[in-house]
Every structure is written in C-alpha cells, then in structure tokens.
C-alpha cells in the first residue's frame, strides 16, 4: 500500500493534464504549475514548503467575480450583492484547492489545499499590522501563467481584468512547470486608471517596482504604505482626500504622510470602529476577531477590465458615486459631495466622533 511519499509511475505531463481537466470542468478560466525552481528567490510568501514540508510544486488558479455585482457597487447602488459574490467565491476557491489536494493525494501524493484569502503568517513580529501571507497567490499565478500584473499590481486576465479571485494547491509531485504570459500579451494597457481608484491615493501614477521570481522579473506600480490599504480597505475610512467621493466606508479620518502618525491615527481609528452599529453581512478577519469587518473597497480591482474606454467609464461611477455616511440607527446613505459634508455635521456629535 502507497505511503504519504509516494509518488506513483505517471509522468508529470499527464498528471499536470489530469489536474487542468478537472479545474477547467469546474469553471476555472485558467490553470498554471509552478515549482520550487521557477519560484526561486521571490518573496517569502513564494516559499511552498512554508505550507508543506517538502514540497516541490504548486498548481495556480483563477476564478471571476460575477461582472454584473461590480458596477452598482462602484456606483454606490448596491454594496451587499457584490460582498456576498467575493466571499463565496473566496469559499469556493478553498473548496476547490482542497479537492485538487484531494485528488492527488488519491495518488498517493503528498498535497494541501490553502486558503483563498485572510491567512497570514502569525510568526512575525506586528504580523497584524504588516498582514504577510502564509503563500501569494499572486506570485504563484504570474510566475505560472495564469494571470498577469496589472499597473495597480493586482493580477489579471484578458475578459474579465483584474475582476478574478486565485487559488493554489501545493504538493510534493514534481509537476512541469508552465511560463508567464509574454509581456505583449498580458491585459494591461497601462492605462493607469487604476491608481485614481484608491481613496488613498497609494498607488504611484509613475514610480514602478519590480520583483523577480525564477529569474523572471515582473513590474507594476510602486505602492505607498500598506497601512494606507489597511486603513481603507479595512473599512475603517474611505474619504477621498478631496472630499468629493468615498469608499463604502463612513470614515473620515484624516491620512498623515509621516508613518508614525499615519499608525497612530489607524490605531485611533481602529478603536473607535468597535463602537459604530454592524452593518448587514461582513465576516471576521483574524487580525481583528473582536470586529465584523465588510467589504467596502477594492476599487483598484474593480475599474480594471483591461479595455481603456470600460475601466474609464467605471472609474467615472465611482469619481461621481458621492459620499457614504452611517446614520445612527446603524444604516448607511449616500449623498452628493457637496451635500456631504453638511449632512455629516448635522449627525450627534458622539455618533459623529466614531468616523472622524
């Protein structure tokens, strides 16, 4: 009888197509295989045998949000629908890597499924505040194929843009490893409209950085702080420095350039989101389990579709979407810019002072 170690008489070739067949019957969109070698010298988060001691390859993933939610969510219409598609879809990702992990362990193959999202690496100092993931399923997809970068740094696909959510299975098969989609052929058009997304602002417009992974290097947008996604995508705040838009977030909290300052204030606002009403839906998320946070941003993923004339035309719903405030009674309207302001002020001061 097969041991864990086992690896049985199959050559790689069809065992790579064994697994691409079963994903792309489950709806998938593309399949890529990395290994240990291809995956050399990038970041921590692309060491496999972090996830599994002894590993040798990793098979990446990539599944769409439904298109239909992302459009009144930017326009501020409707926020539940598109919330509840990313969070079963993060579920279904799971679901799905731990059935490739399945299947190959069915060979008798050491493997294991990961989470989709919300997994970090706890053995590092603030791990709460730095958020580093136990593997990127970014890095894994460019580096395979599966997807490529876009300016904002997410990954993308020709159809549906950066609108994809990505899943990894690790495994100590020795699988054949499969290359990056060519520089000419990837979704981006560098548009860059991706960065005028973010209410703050922490995508450069010019500034690039890159990273190189099995001697392949890969490019895309320098980033300002991460606290800065964080303190927005967290939900914590959303107003753009301008006042004329928002996230889906009521915050508005002040965005200090100093980092020391820019902590404390997302400490400061942390604390004070304890004490606003919950919201409908949301889920928990491990560097915060006493909050129910909800899905309020990730308007860099959404404008994206790779087509210059769509990403400007959502990116204009969001520019002209307004501004969220939360009402005491714990629900939330939406007002025009210049209307903004005046009905924020006009809230009780002790339920004002949870958002600013």
């Known amino acids: ?171 100590t098969a020795e699988l054949e490893p499969t290359g990056p989609i060519p520089e000419g052929e990837s979704f981006c058009n560098k548009c860059k409209l991706c960065a005028s997304a973010c209410p703050m602002e922490m995508i450069e417009k010019k500034k690039e950085m890159s990273v190189t992974i099995g001697g392949a290097t890969f490019t895309h947008a320098a980033r300002k702080s991460y606290l800065l996604c964080q303190f927005c995508c967290g939900g914590f705040t959303g107003l753009h420095r301008s006042g004329r838009w928002s996230s889906w977030s009521p915050g508005r909290f002040r965005i200090p350039e100093d980092e020391p300052e820019l902590l404390n204030e997302f400490l400061r606002a942390v604390s004070l989101y304890n004490d606003r009403p919950p919201l409908p839906g949301g889920y928990t998320h491990p560097a915060h389990p006493e909050n129910r946070i909800y899905l309020t941003c990730g308007n860099c993923q959404l404008v994206c579709t790779g087509e210059k004339k769509t990403t400007a035309a959502r990116l204009k719903l969001l520019h002209t979407s307004g501004c969220v405030i939360q009402n005491p009674d714990g629900s939330l309207s939406v007002h025009p810019a210049p209307e903004a302001e005046a009905a924020f002020e006009k809230l009780v001061p002790r339920h004002r002072d949870l958002f600013r």
């Open 1 to 171: 009888m097969a041991g864990p170690g086992y690896l049985p008489i199959i050559s790689s070739m069809s065992l790579n197509q064994e697994i691409s067949e079963f994903l792309l019957s489950k709806g998938v969109l593309r399949v890529g295989f990395a290994t240990r070698e291809t995956l050399a010298g990038g970041p921590p988060s692309t060491e496999l045998e972090y996830i599994l001691p002894g590993a040798r390859s990793a098979v990446s993933f990539a599944l769409p949000l439904k298109q239909e939610y992302i459009e009144p969510f930017l326009a501020k219409k409707d926020r539940s629908h598109h919330e509840e598609d990313n969070l079963s879809l993060n579920l279904r990702i799971k679901d799905l890597s731990w059935e490739v992990a399945g299947l190959l362990k069915s060979r008798g193959i050491m493997s294991k499924g990961t989470a989709a999202n919300l997994k970090y690496r706890q053995d590092t100092p603030n791990w709460q505040i730095n958020l580093l993931p136990d593997i990127s399923h970014r890095y894994v997809a460019v580096r395979s194929g599966v997807a490529s970068f876009g300016w904002s740094g997410n990954a993308g696909i020709k159809g549906p843009g950066t609108a994809i959510l990505l899943g990894t299975t690790v495994t």
